[in-house]
C-alpha cells in the first residue's frame, strides 16, 4: 500500500508545538498545525526528509568542500525540512519549513502545508 497526492496546496500555515523547539532554524515536527481556520493535530510522524542544497545564485558562493558539508547538514537559511504526518481523523499532509529568511522582518523562515496524500490499493 502506497500514497498517492491528490491535492496540491503549497500555502502558508501556523504551527504549534507542545514544547518548544531547542533550536529555531531545525524545529523538528510540530504538533498541530492552522489552516483555512482548522487546526489538525498531528498524530504521527510518518516520514522526514531534508533538502539543503543550494540553488540559484547561491549555489557559487561556497567552496566545494564547505558546500557539500552544507548539504548535508545545513547553513544559515537555506534549505527546507520536510514531514509526512498523520492527522487526527486519518488525512495525510505533507508540510514543510523553509529556512530561507523572507526579509528583514522575519528572519526566521516560515512553514507552509505542500500537499495532501492518500492511501492506495
Known sequence: M?????????????VSFNK?????KIPGCPDEFL?????FQIIETLSEWHDYS????????MTLGHAAVAKRRGSWGVGK?????????GRIFELYFDRAPKGAANRKGGWFLYRELVRSE
Not at 81 to 89: C, P, Q
Open 54 to 61: 543550494r540553488k540559484g545564485h547561491m549555489v557559487h558562493n
Open 20 to 24: 518548544s523547539p531547542l533550536l529555531e
Open 2 to 14: 502506497g500514497l498517492v497526492p491528490i491535492r496540491f496546496i503549497e500555502e502558508p500555515i501556523e
Open 81 to 89: 525540512d520536510y514531514y509526512r504526518v498523520l492527522t487526527e481523523g
Open 35 to 39: 489552516w483555512h481556520d482548522k487546526t
